[in-house]
């Protein structure tokens, strides 16, 4: 692949743009089977699908195809008139040789959003599709192949093994999705190489329920944290809502609107429901169980708490208050079981967020303008959601990653071009200016041009040259 | 001298306390942090030169050119532009999501460490420095104990002018290094060697600390044939400027090696004698416009270089060293082996190969199966050679007619690529290095878009459909529940 990557050919725009339309081409001709087999990995219903998957990638693809040329040119860069005749600019260039991991919850979507910047910047790429989504890993390995040039894309199918051995080899760039476990190891083999890498990891992201008077809002607040936890992958997402912040005065009230307006979306026997996807494998639903086996948590289940272990299926759960030492408060959830805490005040959340890693993204409900710049300027985290959720993974303008322990750069739009690209400085320099004061031997004349040069000091230059004027003096050696 | 292990954990507890306090960012605390950096060059200049003439034997004017001078411009760049780099920045958002509102926000990592390297001992922890105190972090440096006198004068001075409890300098050789890098930081930037880049990025791999890295290379300059002989002559300056001037070759942006047509050779070689004669007279240990070798280990690398004996055969000009000086004359070599050491491995040292090539076209052959370097000088006026040197090698940086230039120019990002480096930084490239650009999405909560939510039906599945292709005519009459 490297010997394909030298030859050039990736690095046409036509080249770039005939990978991008045929992605399109794979997506819209091949919409059924992708739909099947995201039903049969995670039961995901088709509205969920198209809409975290196949909607986004191809959207993601027709504002790359449009952008596309604007990306590739170079930038001019701006240069002092010191140094006349002389022009600059910053040029992208593809890294080379890719590598592209992807995780098992959206199997589609993270294997192909990334392959949109890695492809649009020029590079050749590797995929591999993560084994607990096999029927999506086999679909890319399969059919991917009619729709890209096969010398310069190739799909590797494995889990745990075939990664590690992709990881013994020299990449350019390696772009990562998954745990924060898994994500030290790939950035610990990277640097064997000297190998960047993009890590998209995860973490407990927190939404932050203030106290809204208007019932509207309250229940538009409500529908978007609950489709964003258990319509998006029944809560196995990294930018999921892990946990609600309420105040004590809210509490029931929200609780009750919760578990009616649960009840309206999943329906009474969640079930029976299509409306919501499956736990990926026996091994994470009896993680999830055992984050409620624990008494008092188990205890502070209020809605639903019912599992079926033979179809991998948790019912939407609501717990309140569960003890915060607990694992479900602790670890990252992953999973459809919703913890709300209660507070004194709202202000108290800023605390609570600060005293914890970084997450990948901040939600926040609320009309005060107060509370809004309070959690922007004392909290970190990837990226603040205002009165919405999940939503700012669609919008191709706005950076995509993390921060500390949620990860390590950001991709989507122009962001997945640049994350994928060598920014390289071309400066063009005339042999007409030749500054003599450049060169050695040295003396002190040519120290004060040198301290009015770099003050972009031009009269003072001119002075000195003429000999009208000193710089502050210094002992020569 | 030496800093300890206690005294790390108390500076990096003491960063970490600042930080979360909230002091450092303030653009008041960060403008005065410049300010007092640039004050501390003011009143120190002298001190700063007898340092390192002490550990490099630099003149002043090298000294100002790459090191003083630098730093106050990056100082001076950087206060003139913080408070537009702290400007949250607008971002458009799709119409499919109005009426929402997109915004950037940098913030400042946290408490950051810096490596700098010990050729430009003091440019490369104030540069990076300036870069993490515009961004708002709380900072640890770590100069290199290679060039001990620079690295005491920073320990002495920055804690009198700067805010010592956000700013930290530790002393000391690879245990202490080894010592800081057991520790969790928000960021690391180091400048120096692949060999310890590796060290340093899979220690921060185990607390997922991002890096940048400034690792080095073999920059090739190519020099064309030019038919005007003042260019000629020009472009012989500047390689001599840009192998021998700075830090006598120990730089990772210094001219490594030439490459020129055979026919040219002679020319060349004849303009290389007699400019080295001009800047550097007849004997050149007794002029004073040449640093030294770092230290005795270095010394005795080079001259490894040399004592293989097919390449001490095509020694041209030069080749004599005083070890007691810490002295190597600038060297010339014609067309040694290469797969000498000399020809694989970063020189860091006054010592210029020349290799000759039939055409000089084959030149861009010649880089491109070697490690992608820091920069590529090439001096030509061929604009179909410079095309192809720009879009078929791969390297940090192209300059054609000159060199080092890239280096003072605040516009421009200063990185490598592959072996050479990740990340980059000077002007605004400092201070995105050193921030986080936290994405930030204003929703409303009008209007509610029932098709949002489940239960899933076939009305909301077009809806998603045609809301995707960016439909929104369609998406108007689908909702009036008109068919197309």
């Known amino acids: ?477 | 001298m030496e800093t300890t292990g206690e005294e790390v954990e108390a500076s990096l507890v003491e960063a970490r306390q600042t930080f979360k306090s909230g002091h450092t960012r303030s653009v008041v605390w960060r403008k005065k942090q410049l300010e007092a950096l640039i004050q501390l060059i003011h009143d120190n200049e002298d001190k700063i030169f007898e340092a390192l003439y002490d550990d490099l034997g630099k003149h002043q004017a090298e000294a100002y050119r790459d090191e003083v001078g630098v730093v106050l411009k990056a100082a001076n760049y950087a206060l003139s532009n913080l408070q537009k780099w702290m400007a949250p920045k607008r971002s458009s958002i799709p119409l499919l999501f109005f009426p929402a509102k997109g915004e950037l926000q940098p913030e400042p990592l946290g408490v950051v460490l810096i490596f700098s390297s010990w050729n430009f001992p003091i440019s490369l922890t104030l540069d990076p420095l300036i870069g993490a105190i515009s961004a708002g972090n709380t900072v640890a440096v770590k100069p290199s104990e290679q060039a001990p006198a620079c690295s005491s004068f920073l320990a002495k001075y920055i804690p009198l002018y700067m805010d010592c409890k956000a700013i930290k300098v530790m002393q000391g050789g690879p245990q202490v290094s080894e010592n800081l890098l057991q520790h969790k930081w928000d960021k690391i930037f180091f400048t120096g060697s692949p060999r310890v880049g590796q060290i340093v990025m899979s220690a921060a791999a185990k607390h997922l600390t991002p890096v940048t890295l400034e690792l080095g290379g073999k920059c090739p300059t190519i020099l064309d044939s030019l038919s005007n002989p003042s260019d000629m002559k020009v472009a012989v300056k500047r390689i001599v400027g840009g192998k021998w001037g700075p830090c006598s070759g120990q730089a990772c942006i210094g001219v490594d090696y030439l490459l020129v047509e055979e026919k040219m050779a002679p020319t060349v070689i004849e303009l290389l004698k007699k400019t080295i004669k001009r800047f550097y007279g007849q004997v050149p240990i007794e002029s004073k416009s040449l640093a030294r070798i770092v230290n005795k280990h270095h010394f005795e690398r080079l001259c490894n270089l040399l004592r293989d004996p097919r390449v001490a055969n095509t020694i041209i000009h030069g080749g004599s060293v005083d070890e007691d000086n810490l002295f190597m004359e600038p060297t010339i070599l014609l067309d040694p082996p290469v797969d000498a050491e000399i020809m694989s491995e970063e020189i860091f040292g006054p010592l210029l190969p020349i290799i000759t090539l039939k055409k000089i076209e084959e030149s861009v052959e010649f880089i491109k199966s070697r490690p992608k370097p820091l920069t590529i000088y090439a001096f030509t006026k061929d604009e179909s050679l410079k095309r192809r040197i720009v879009s078929e090698t791969s390297s940090g940086s192209v300059v054609f007619n000159d060199v080092m230039i890239q280096f003072l120019c605040d516009t421009l990002p200063f990185g490598g690529v592959d072996q050479s480096g990740f990340g980059r930084y000077h002007g605004k490239y400092s201070f995105d290095s050193f921030s986080h650009e936290k994405a930030i999405m204003q929703g409303s909560f009008f209007p509610e878009i029932e098709p949002r939510y489940p239960p899933w039906n076939h009305f909301k599945m077009k809806f998603i459909r045609l809301a995707y292709a960016l439909d929104y005519f369609g998406l108007l009459l689908h909702l009036l529940g008109l068919k197309r």
């Open chain 1, 1 to 477: 692949m490297r010997v394909y990557f030298r030859s050039g050919a990736t690095r046409e725009a036509s080249w770039r743009k005939q990978q991008l339309k045929g992605l399109l081409a794979f997506l819209k001709e091949n919409e059924g089977d992708i739909m099947k087999a995201l039903k049969q990995d995670l039961g995901k219903h088709y509205a969920e699908a198209y809409r975290d998957e196949v909607g986004t990638l191809i959207k993601s693809l027709n504002f790359a195809l449009q952008s596309l040329k604007r990306w590739m040119s170079p930038k001019k860069a701006e240069l002092p008139l010191m140094a006349l005749l002389s022009t600059a600019e910053v040029m992208p260039e593809p890294l080379g040789l890719i590598l592209v991991f992807s995780s098992w919850n959206f199997p589609i979507g993270l294997s192909l959003e990334p392959l949109i910047g890695a492809l649009a910047a020029g590079n050749t790429v590797v995929l591999k599709p993560s084994d607990l989504s096999p029927a999506c890993s086999s679909l890319l390995a399969n059919t991917l192949r009619s729709y890209l040039d096969n010398r310069a894309v190739k799909v590797i199918q494995g889990g745990a093994a075939v990664g590690e051995k992709l990881l013994q080899e020299r990449w350019d760039k390696i772009f990562f999705t998954g745990s924060t476990q898994v994500g030290r190891i790939v950035m610990s083999a990277a640097a064997k190489h000297l190998t960047p890498v993009i890590l998209e990891l995860g973490g407990k992201c927190p939404a932050v329920l203030d106290s809204l008077s208007w019932n509207w809002d309250r229940e538009a607040s409500i529908k978007r944290i609950l489709v964003g936890k258990f319509g998006t992958c029944a809560g196995q997402a990294c930018i999921t809502i892990d946990y609600v912040l309420v105040e004590k005065e809210s509490l029931s009230t929200v609780v009750e609107m919760m578990k009616e307006i649960t009840g309206k979306m999943f329906g009474e026997n969640p079930r029976e429901s299509n409306s919501i996807a499956r736990i990926v494998n026996k091994s994470h639903f009896l993680r999830l169980k055992n984050l409620v086996d624990d008494p008092a948590v188990k205890a502070s289940i209020v809605h639903g708490g019912k599992m079926d272990e033979d179809n991998l299926f948790i019912e939407p759960t609501i717990l309140v208050d569960p003890p915060l030492e607990s694992e479900i408060m602790t670890e990252e959830i992953f999973g459809p079981l919703l913890p709300i805490i209660s507070l004194e005040k709202i202000e108290e959340s800023m605390e609570f967020i600060k005293s914890r890693p970084k997450p990948l993204a901040i939600y926040v409900f609320t009309r005060s303008k107060t509370l809004e710049r309070r959690i922007l300027s004392e909290t970190s985290s990837g990226s603040v959601t205002f009165n919405d959720a999940i939503v700012q993974y669609a919008a191709d303008t706005i950076p995509f990653g993390g921060v500390g322990k949620s990860g390590i750069g950001r991709y989507h739009g122009n962001y997945s071009f640049e994350a994928f690209s060598h920014e390289k400085a071309v400066v063009r320099r005339s042999f007409f200016t030749d500054f003599w004061f450049r060169y050695p031997p040295w003396n002190d004349h040519k120290l004060q041009l040198f301290k009015t040069a770099y003050n972009f000091d031009y009269l003072g230059m001119l002075l000195v040259i003429l000999g009208l004027k000193r710089i502050k003096a210094s002992h020569m050696v």
